[in-house]
């Protein structure tokens, strides 16, 4: 896709408040921690050990997520938040518990003294909570992602070209991490961040591709027809642009979608394995007369059908993104005939676009800057609706807690 015209220290612009970059202004100190207890989480930290974004990082955050505020918090503060609410729906629990289970896992980006810092006090934290409310339960530290693995999630949550992020380091992708999911904060899960990344990178490029249609025409009559396969090029592209947008949508994102669908029964099920531990743990307690072979074997049963949903949901993720192929060649196809005729367009064409790219650049900035109030007013109704089924679950994994109790 063509490189656009917008710069890294343009783009960083809008979050001067709370990031710098470098080689735009004196670089701060930003990093990324993540929570793992299956449920997952990540916090973009600013140099001021402010929590700037939460992200869900599987479904099983999505839940717990819901109805939280940790932005704000100091880091110590929110990994706390978030073992919390891990126990208070169930993903840590409390009394007798197997090896392996209520493990705590935090990274954080980099081996500075600060990040050794956050991680200290982010323990201290959680075992101060753990003690209090009488959970046996892990805290260790783990690795934070490299450098490659950090350029692949920043190549997914931004609009930055491949060869832009190749030039970052890891301070710089950091940024573009954290800017990034600052901007999709209230999206809730990773599909549907995917979509609205892939869908702005278009409207860009589309924008970009319009505008300098738009000036090639107006420059004189003689060059509108001459260059009419340049329009008919950019609408084959645009057209192409929609449907694969629509298909990605409908295939991963949509309530109705054969992925979403066994999402919700993934979560029903999740939610009987933790009302099952919670079970087995109140026996032990010999707070319940059910018998604990019987509820062990239950158990099983029940994790043996999550595992089996887990494969029917790759499968069916693999199986849309595998139907978005032809789409994505399309439109390909597309762009690669606008880039042609780009590369014959004659000098005194190509000199005037140059001398107006403050001008294309301008159009290119405002469809960026709209493209989530337009994405999100698309699909609102899609969104309400899956904020409610999370926060649904939610409240009836917290009522599983509070019943066995």
Known sequence: MKKRFLSLCAAFALGATMFSFGGCAKAAENTRMTVDINPSVELMVDKDNKVVSVTALNDDAAIILQGTAFVGKTSDEAVKGVVEVATETGYIVKGEVEVGENNVKISVSGD???AKD?????????????ESSGIKATVERVDALKTEALKQLAKHNSTYTEEEIAGMNDEQLLNVIAIGRVETAQLVSEEVRQAYFAAKEYEISLATSTATKDLIYAMNSAYAVAYAGYGIALDTYSAAIKKLDDARYNALVSPDSAYQKLLVQLREKKAEILAQKQLIISIKAG????????????????????????????????AANDGLTSLIE??????KSMKDLQAKFPADITDQLNAKASEIDAKANKAKDEFFARFEEAHKADFDAM?????????????????AA
């Open 387 to 403: 904020n409610k089924a999370l926060a649904d679950t939610k409240a009836k994994l917290i009522e599983n807690v509070e019943k």
């Open 287 to 318: 707070n319940s007369s059910v018998d604990i072979t019987i509820a062990t074997g239950d158990l099983t049963k029940y994790e043996a059908a999550y595992d089996k949903l887990v494969a029917d949901l790759e499968a069916a993720g693999k």
């Open 118 to 130: 956050l991680y200290k006090d982010a323990e201290k934290k959680v075992n101060e909570y753990l």
């Open 330 to 335: 399309l439109m390909k196809q597309g762009e």
């Open 112 to 114: 500075t003294k600060w």
